[in-house]
């Protein structure tokens, strides 16, 4: 069965499970574990090599409590992980072992509460799920999609927030735009009155101060569009720096984007639309200012 | 109007207008402005008639009235008493959007500071009329450069109104005026932000142009300018002196 083969041969449990932490050894020796053959292989991941000062090739001693046994290992790889967001700001040491290895290293024969299992063709994880629960009594499979979901109701509240912020972002811009149009408000009331005097209608005036007050708002989206992406990759640079990753911390979607310029357009409008019918209902004499 | 009237009118004027010459009147015309701080008696009975191919000017101190008799000869602003006749038509008895095609398509503005649309060309702001009055493309294009063309501006047709001199403005202002062959060309104080050489250019334009057959009236304290007109009224404290 594939699901099997797969496990023999890719599944790696996440050194996170209980217990299974790495101290590099110092001061006497509890008990040791000699092995009989080959050492047991084990990968590191770039972090904990480079905290522990170790590279491939080296040997390491693993207990599943500091009292011991101890499990001499040697390093087989040291990779760098797909890390979750949820574990970019943890520092704990993290090691991979083979399944039996970490059963043998936890002296728990049976008792493994996960296993993650690396399927060939990604696209087809529904189905195996659902096989796997069909055939299996005892665990439950889940995609990491259906995980990442219940696990991450930290995460739709964060991105809300995100949504508010740019919400609350927009308004004040927004709010600025028709401070903007207010300011210019003395010039452009001048130039409604010279239209009018010289005999435009109030239907022409109109739209043109609505086509001005919607290239203000399309020129300022595009200017908070160009904002937006500097700044999300200003965030993203500082970050995978300061957290040592390659994870994307900020992303302007085409979602977002759409949003964006779709209310400032709005909110354009609107202020256009404002300003036009206060400028048209006073006497264009008065708006030229004698 | 009957012919007495228009003779009575000629009379206070101090000139002879033929009826069917006269473009705009004004009779026994007053204007009050009521405002919490008082009424202010902008004019006091004025009557006055402007003819076709006649450049009239209207001289006198300041707050005496001219810009508000301007206004009201425009179709801008209605009298508080007496009628305004524009093109046969008393202003009272038409809407607002009666009175701005008809000064759309009859009446050219010209004023102190040119007050050009900033963000359009010279022959943007030439043509901007002629859109509003529906003329085709090509003919408005035409049309305002052949009249850049004639305030001597054909070289600058692309330009913006930031990027031209008070003269320069004031010629295309004049050219936005004839855009769509008005009857009236209203100007108030048109060389009151110019040197005297470019001064003298507006008021040999506007000279011209009565010349063409436009009635031309223009409220100035440019003696030069005053000089030149066919006719000169006079005013005094809302009335003709
Ligand atoms: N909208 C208005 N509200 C109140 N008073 C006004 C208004 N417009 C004009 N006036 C008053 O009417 C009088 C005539 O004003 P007008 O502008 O016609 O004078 P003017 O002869 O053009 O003066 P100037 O040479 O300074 O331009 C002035 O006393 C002015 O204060
Ligand atoms: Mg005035």
Redesign the interface.
Known sequence: MRARAGLALAALLAAAIAGAVAAARTGAAPPRVAPAGPLPEVFLSDRTAARLGIREGDTLELAASPAGPWHLVRIARVYRPVLYPTDVALRGLDVRLHLPDLQALLREGDQVDSIVVRLRDPARADEMVARLNAVALGFRAYTSADLARRNSSTFEVISRFHRAISVVAILASSVFLAAIMTLRGE?LR??VG?????????R?VAAAVLLIATGVALLGSAVGIGLGYALSAAINVYYRRAFDTTILFSQVTPALLGLVAALSVALGIAAGAATAWRLLHR???DQ?G? | MDDAQAVAQAQHAGGAPAPDRVVASADAVVKVYRMPGGTVHALRGITLAVERGTLLSIVGPSGCGK?TLL?LLGG??LPTAGTVTLLGQPTASLSD?AL??????H???V?QRF?L??MLTAEENVA??MM?AGVAQPDRRRRARALLERVGLAHRSQHRPGQLSGGEMQRVAIA??LANRPALLLADEPTGELDAAAGWEIARLLREISRDGCAVVVVTHNTELAAIADRQVRMRDGTIA
């Open positions: 010039e001048r130039q010279v239209m009018r005097l010289i005999g435009i209608s109030r022409s006497p264009p004499l030229i004698r | 810009s206004h801008v602003d959007a701005a095609r008809l000064r759309l398509r009446v050219g503005f004023f007050f649309l900033p901007l009329p509003e936005r005026a």
